[in-house]
């Protein structure tokens, strides 16, 4: 069965700090993948995705960027962060050319 | 502009009646609907999906129906657990290539209670 793991679990950074959060995914080969992001109070908004090694696509344009050095392996990372950064990140996954995503266990990201 | 909405931010339920949660969409492009179940802290659960061709699809206590002329889908949930307690965001997908990007509603918390 596949698995998706996050880490770390939480994590307080102070503002202008580097951030690398890691995502990967087990029992799969070639999946997509999915970086999202809930504020406070509100739904997921997707940020990156990716079909493949070095393939990312952005959604919204912001302080943070994604890459995907290996087939299961998807960091999401930032050179400084800024306190609206806070939220928690969600990283998923898809089989190829189907819909449903499946949601690891989430990062909690305080910026200070 | 929000896609996806979910205009009931809450939901209280007695054990043993129905939950119906709703969502409303304006993107006609959507053709895959999705319910997640998400508890705090943690990540959101597939639930039930529904694709564009079909009005009804059930799975055990959980249907999703979806009305597209109306764009609005519903979860029905009968009979209703207290552990049904969560917050529940529909989701609809719009297909990119090989890839599947989802945009969420902002979330309805249901609680059944006793």
């Known amino acids: 069965s596949q698995t998706i793991h996050q880490w770390p679990a939480t994590l307080v950074q102070p503002v202008g700090s580097p951030l690398s959060l890691e995502c990967t995914v087990e029992?799969?080969?070639?999946?997509?993948l999915y970086w999202y992001r809930q504020a406070a109070g509100r739904g997921l908004q997707l940020l990156f995705y990716?079909?493949?090694?070095?393939?990312i696509s952005s959604e919204v344009p912001q302080n943070l960027s994604a890459s995907r050095p290996q087939d299961r392996q998807f960091i999401l990372s930032s050179k400084k962060l800024l306190l609206s950064d806070s939220g928690f990140y969600l990283c998923?996954?898809?089989?190829?050319?189907?819909?449903?995503?499946?949601f690891g266990p989430g990062t909690r990201l305080t910026v200070l | 502009d929000q896609q996806v909405k979910q205009n009931s931010p809450s939901l209280s339920v007695q054990e043993g009646r129905i939950s119906i949660l709703n969502c409303d969409y304006t993107?006609?492009?959507?053709?895959?609907f999705l319910w997640y179940k998400k508890y705090p802290a943690e990540g959101p659960t597939f639930l039930i999906s529904?694709?564009?061709?079909?009005d009804k699809n059930e799975d055990g206590r959980f249907t999703v129906f979806l009305n597209k002329s109306a764009k609005h889908l519903s979860l029905h949930i009968v009979p209703s657990q207290p552990g049904d307690s969560a917050v529940y965001f529909c989701?609809?997908?719009?297909?990119?290539?090989?890839?599947?990007?989802?945009?969420f509603g902002t979330g309805t918390r249901l609680q059944v209670t006793l």
């Open positions: 998923a996954w898809t089989k190829e050319s189907t819909d449903t995503q499946y």
């Open positions: 029992g799969t080969s070639n999946p997509n």
């Open positions: 990716s079909v493949g090694i070095g393939q």
């Open positions: 993107n006609s492009m959507f053709d895959y």
């Open positions: 529904i694709s564009s061709i079909k």
């Open positions: 989701a609809a997908s719009e297909r990119y290539g090989t890839a599947s990007k989802l945009t």
